[in-house]
């Protein structure tokens, strides 16, 4: 019988301009599996439909403020603080050498 031991939870959300941007909304790794890269992989299956569905270069995620260690786990994966709000924090990740945007 299988478990799931990790999700994630990607879609296109609809900022300013009514642009669309891939975001991970939900994401989670159970706890007897962290620190195993079942997050890394994760954020890699993310990154490769982000491309591939949408054909974005940049993957962001929404991150609780007070999730200090979803917030450790996004920057030791090269995520950076974008924006900021009472709320959530948006990091962003460029896939390749298209950075900035």
Do not use: Y
Request: glycine share 8%; net charge positive.
């Amino acid at each position: 019988r299988g478990r799931v031991i990790g999700m994630a939870e990607l879609g296109a959300v609809n900022k300013k301009g009514n642009e669309k941007r891939p975001t991970i909304g939900v994401f989670c790794v159970d706890q007897d599996f962290r620190k195993r890269n079942v997050g890394k992989e994760l954020v890699a299956k993310c990154q490769d439909m982000a491309r591939r569905e949408w054909k974005e270069d940049i993957l962001f995620v929404e991150v609780e403020t007070t999730n200090i260690g979803a917030l450790s786990f996004f920057n030791s994966m090269g995520f950076h603080q974008r924006e900021d709000n009472v709320v959530m924090v948006n990091v962003r990740r460029g896939l390749n050498s298209k950075e900035e945007r």
